[in-house]
């Protein structure tokens, strides 16, 4: 099942054995083809912002199962004449969390003979499991190393990301600065932008002091309403603003694309309307 966005972005969701299902994004820009791609079939971490995370947590994705969502993603878009160059693992689930799996997956995207995508174009994101993050950095494998941080104070990010609670944002920032330092990767820090929860000038300080000299990125993500939570998306102008202050801590830092957003494009939200849909109950007359 496939859904496009002005042909821009395109989803489609897998249905997988066990009644589970989970979904892939490919993205077109001028100069690349991204594939924003799915490891678990809903997630453990329970974000309570995330539309994944609202699910019961169904499985771990087996390795070729994530690969055949980049094999699907080579084959759509060679038809257009393009290259898939980049694949994110920011789709459903916590990869760190079906740590061998996504792994083998890489391995197999990354061989010359199979996928030959660069592991320095390969994304794999983390909201935080640390000996995870210290067993990558032994793998030998430069992927991009992107936290799910969204938080620079142990008090909201045990709210927004609860394996805060086991580990705290000191701890995590220091273990993914010892991935850079051993692989020479800058790493990407994820900040999803939540309007009035974590956009404000005591949030872009406490970022600053956190990442401040670092081999750091800043990636803003402006939110994108997902139905059930409490949170907001902020305006363009609150997103403007807390970029120009993050940028005055010294920070490198972008605004990431929000296309899509009117087709469901976000993490988890074509999976979780197909889930409502089912869960409603049949009309009867
Ligand atoms: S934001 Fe990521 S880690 Fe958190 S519940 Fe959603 S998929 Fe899981």
């Not at 061989?111 to 994101?125: H, M, T």
């Not at 995870?132 to 991009?144: F, S």
């Not at 670092?214 to 807390?242: C, M, Q, S, W």
């Amino acid at each position: 099942m496939s859904q496009a966005d002005r042909s821009l972005t395109t989803k489609t969701l897998y249905e997988l054995d066990g009644g589970h299902s989970v979904e892939a994004v490919v993205m077109r820009y001028a100069d690349r083809s991204t594939l924003c791609i799915s490891s678990q079939a809903g997630c453990p971490i329970g974000c309570p912002f995330c539309a994944t995370g609202k699910f019961p947590f169904g499985r771990n994705l087996k390795a070729h199962e994530i690969v055949e969502q980049a094999l699907d993603a080579v084959r759509m878009l060679a038809a257009e004449g393009r290259r898939l160059s980049h694949v994110v693992f920011m789709g459903m689930g916590e990869p760190m969390a079906n740590y061998q799996s996504v792994i083998e997956s890489v391995r197999r995207m990354s061989d010359a003979d199979l996928l030959g995508i660069s592991p320095r174009r390969i994304v794999v994101s983390t909201s935080g499991l640390i000996p995870r993050i210290a067993q990558l950095g032994e793998e030998k494998l430069p992927v991009t190393l992107a936290i799910s941080l969204h938080a620079a104070r142990d008090e909201l990010r045990d709210v927004l990301v609860p394996i805060n609670r086991k580990y705290p944002v000191a701890e995590l920032v220091a273990s993914s600065q010892a991935y850079a330092g051993k692989t020479g990767r800058r790493v990407s820090y994820e900040w999803v932008l939540l309007a009035g929860v974590n956009d404000t000038e005591r949030d872009a300080k406490e970022l600053g002091t956190l990442l401040r000299g670092k081999l750091a990125h800043v990636n803003l993500i402006p939110f994108n309403p997902v139905d059930g939570t409490p949170y907001r998306a902020p305006e363009r102008a609150a997103v403007r603003r807390f970029r120009e202050m993050v940028e005055a801590q010294s920070l490198n830092v972008t605004v990431r694309d929000t296309r899509g957003r009117d087709a469901d494009a976000a993490c988890g939200q074509l999976h979780e309307r197909v889930m409502r849909e089912r869960a409603a109950p049949v009309p009867t007359s």
